[in-house]
C-alpha cells in the first residue's frame, strides 16, 4: 500500500490553482468579472474540446464490464440521496437539488483519478470507463434538468446543439463508434484548447472564493455536510457492497471501484452551476471540502482492500 504522500502528489495541484485563483480574485488583477468570463471559457470552449478528444479516442466497448456496474450503483445512490436531501431537508428546488445530487456523486476521475490511480493501483485504465459513463449518461441527464427547467422557456429536443458539452460528447461518441480519425491538425487544436480546462476552472472556483463566506448559518454548513458524507462515504460504501456482495469481484477489480467512487466532487459541477446560476456555494463548498476529505478516505479505502 502507498503511503500518504504519493497521494498528496494528485492533490497539490488542485490546491495550487485553486490558491492562485483565490490571490488573483483578491487582488482584482483580472477585474470584477474575471472569474464569471473565466467560467464562461471553460464550459463553452475548453470542456468542449477536452471531452471530444477524450471520447473519441476512447473504445465505447469498454463502458461495458462488470466494475461499472458497482461503479454505477454508487453513484446512482449518493446522487439520488443528494437530490432528495436538497428536496426534503433543506427545501432547494429541481434545479439546486439536481447541482445537489451531482455534487454528492460525480467524482473527478480525469485530473485527479488519473494520478491517484497510478499511485494506488499502476493502472489508469478504468478511468476511460469512468469518463464514459458520467460524460454518455450523467451529464446530459444532468444538464437537460438544468436546462429545460431555467425559466421553462427552452425545448429539449434542440439542447444538444445548444450545449457545448453535450454537442462535444455527442461527436465524440460518433467519430468513436465509427472509428474515424480525425486530422492531425484539428486534434492538436483540440488538445491546446481541452488542456487550459481544468486549470482555468479550478482558477475561477479559487477567484469564487474571495469575499464570499464558505457557508452561511448552520443550514449550509449541514446542506455542504450531507453532500460531502454521501460523496466520500456513502458512495464508496455502496459500490463496495455491490462489488463484493453482489458481483463478487476479485480483488483488485473491487479495489479500482471502490477508489474511483471515493474521488472528490469534480469541479465540473461548479462549472456546470456557475453556467446556470443554481447551486454555486454548494458546488463549490462540496468540492473544496470533499477534496480535502476524501486524502484520508482514500487512503483508507488503499490500505484497507490493496495488497498487504
Not at 15 to 23: E, F, M, N, S, V
Not at 140 to 150: F, K, R, S, Y
Amino acid at each position: 500500500m502507498p503511503s500518504l504522500h504519493p497521494l498528496l502528489s494528485g492533490f497539490t495541484p488542485i490546491w495550487a490553482l485553486i490558491g492562485a485563483g483565490y490571490l488573483v480574485g483578491r487582488s482584482g488583477l483580472l477585474g470584477p468579472q474575471a472569474g464569471s468570463v473565466l467560467s464562461r471559457f471553460s464550459f463553452h470552449l475548453a470542456m468542449p474540446a477536452a471531452l471530444f478528444l477524450m471520447i473519441a479516442r476512447t473504445p465505447l466497448s469498454r463502458f461495458a464490464n462488470p466494475s461499472m456496474l458497482a461503479f454505477a450503483a454508487g453513484t446512482a445512490l449518493a446522487a439520488g440521496l443528494g437530490l432528495l436531501a436538497a428536496h426534503r431537508l433543506f427545501g432547494r428546488g429541481l434545479a439546486e437539488g439536481t447541482i445537489g445530487g451531482m455534487a454528492s456523486g460525480y467524482v473527478n476521475s480525469a485530473n485527479l483519478g488519473i494520478p491517484v490511480a497510478v499511485q494506488v493501483l499502476g493502472d489508469a485504465s478504468f478511468v476511460g470507463p469512468v469518463v464514459l459513463f458520467q460524460t454518455l449518461l450523467v451529464t446530459p441527464i444532468v444538464l437537460t434538468v438544468l436546462d429545460t427547467g431555467d425559466a421553462g422557456r427552452r425545448a429539449a429536443l434542440t439542447l444538444p446543439v445548444r450545449n457545448p458539452i453535450l454537442l462535444a460528447v455527442a461527436l465524440g461518441a460518433v467519430v468513436s463508434a465509427t472509428g474515424w480519425h480525425p486530422p492531425a491538425e484539428l486534434t492538436r487544436s483540440c488538445e491546446l484548447l481541452g488542456g487550459a480546462g481544468v486549470p482555468t476552472a479550478l482558477v475561477a472556483l479559487g477567484m469564487s472564493l474571495h469575499g464570499r463566506p464558505a457557508a452561511t448559518g448552520t443550514a449550509r454548513y449541514a446542506e455542504v455536510g450531507v453532500t460531502v458524507v454521501l460523496k466520500t462515504l456513502i458512495q464508496p460504501l455502496a459500490a463496495f457492497a455491490v462489488g463484493a456482495g453482489l458481483l463478487h469481484l476479485p480483488p483488485h477489480q473491487l479495489l479500482t471501484v471502490v477508489l474511483f467512487s471515493a474521488l472528490p466532487t469534480a469541479q465540473n459541477v461548479f462549472v456546470y452551476a456557475g453556467q446556470y446560476g443554481h447551486g454555486t456555494a454548494l458546488a463549490r463548498d462540496s468540492m473544496l471540502c470533499s477534496t480535502l476529505v476524501s486524502m484520508a478516505t482514500l487512503s483508507l479505502v488503499s490500505w484497507a482492500l490493496g495488497p498487504a
